[in-house]
DNA sequence: TTGAAAGCGCTACCAA
DNA sequence: TTGGTAGCGCTTTCAA
């Protein structure tokens, strides 16, 4: 940069980054940081971090449906959390690209840590990115992956939750809604199987129900539910039941009555309905264990790996079921 | 890398490159392929930006507060875009940087395009960042910034829309909700501020009412409701307005015969409520033209800043007003 | 206290 | 058709 103003490149590295083992005199330090300033000078990272050999990037890949707002809230804060540790986040918008394929893109950009939600990740995308610098690979998902930690996640675990609650209020045919809006897959598909379990072995029985997030959709379902004869639901998410729900009322079938609803996430608009919605809270690890699970294992790549249980769900029971 | 596979580093350059400007001959280019894979070579996008001098990354920093519905859809649907565009996106959590400092962390990345939402980056910013390399920033928000490209999108007008509505329906005495949750100033400033220049010089009058987004906070509002003396109130939002219409309705206050209530943002759940609540439709730019604004703007960056208001927003009256 | 120079991984130019 | 090499911006070691 600046050594039109006066000194040499080194000297300049010195002062920005107040390195303690070299001392600079005060004047110099001064023209230095004025002659940033005056030029705006911004260090480049790319260059920095390629002769450093490492970086502070934490990527995780930004999620391929919007994401939901438990999902926003638990990115936000953990976003918040590493800042504080001094990791840049970044969110890389991988396209479509299948698993260990994306993982070489997000390798090319040789972050120090990894953390990918969902499925999709294999081996062979640990081993990628491990090879290419990554001191941490953090898996969230419903199974862990050789080579990377793991927040366990598993949401069957919210539909055995919903399932045994139906099923200990006393119902026996139930419904569980699986949107047909595609990418909720990695969570309804986990979440049916988990009522399936709930029930196996009992005698209740489960039916899949497919409904689209409109009106018109749960509207078609409302008016053949008397024809599926079943006496509960399980709606996927708080949403699905709300728009569900009203289309059963606006059908004549009283809930819950002859028929349970309930929900998932715990928003808050559910109880703002009549019967207030049950349904299933879902706890998240808070974002600073994350990030401190990420810099542990940063800092002590050869550590163990841990796989931490990170998903806890409880019924809370309203009115509706 | 791979030299250890028989070639010089050139070779590998021009094989995974596919540079035209060479001929390699096939054997060479299998040999090449193969070690990279054995390898799992991944390029280093640092020291190839480094040296081309450029790179193709947008830099978007993620929001301060959790997106909504709106933004979160809008985003993944301009990454999309970008990402068909062959950009990659990058978001980028800036802790609590205000602004212009702010604008020198991004610089460091030396991204080729930066896209800010809201306000807080000024001029300096823009500048600091053009001089890094940026070929192209765009503001998305309340006003222009100089040296910018800008989407105008003025809340106000929202708020506009809404208070305009009110009055027509014959409401005098408007309550305007004020989130007390931090980081939506942003927009409910601008909204409050749009109600009060629909009323200005008419003989209505707008009411400041701040509300957390609980049901206590909104119990407690209601529960002083009769004491307000109003007869309508326009809530922020679709979420917000439902919370508080339904603490109205049991404090026994009849919706709309006494107080006329309107949110925004057109959500589904809105629709569901009885009555059903009017809203303020919001209409958003396209990520696809967003994307190719940024990249026209990246193509020639000596081109006019383009200015383009961009928020639509247009009553959808239901039941509740 | 400061400067010269090497080298991080990559690509583009020039020579072989 | 291939290889050698300079140089992108930065930090760090060594010398002055």
Redesign the pocket.
Known sequence: ?ARLAG????????V??N?R?????E??RRRVHEAARELGYV??AA??S????HSRMVLIPAPSVPAGRLYGRFLHELQWALGRLDYTVVQHGTIGLPGDEAARAWAELRPVAVLVPGTGLGPQGVAVLKRSGARAVVTVGPEAVEGAHALLMDHASVGHQAGAHLYERGRRRIGVVVPEESGLDMFSRPRLEGVRRALDGTDGSVTELPLGYDEDSAARLAARWRGLGLDAVFAYNDEYAMLLMRALQDAGISIPEETAVIGADDLMLGRLLRPRLSTVHIDLPSGRDLAELVDRAVRDPGAPLERHPALGARVVHREST
Chains 1, 2 share one sequence.
């Open positions: 940069m000194v040499s490149r080194a000297t300049v590295s010195y920005l980054n390195t083992a070299v001392r600079i005199s004047p110099t260090p480049h260059a920095r390629l002769r450093a050999g």
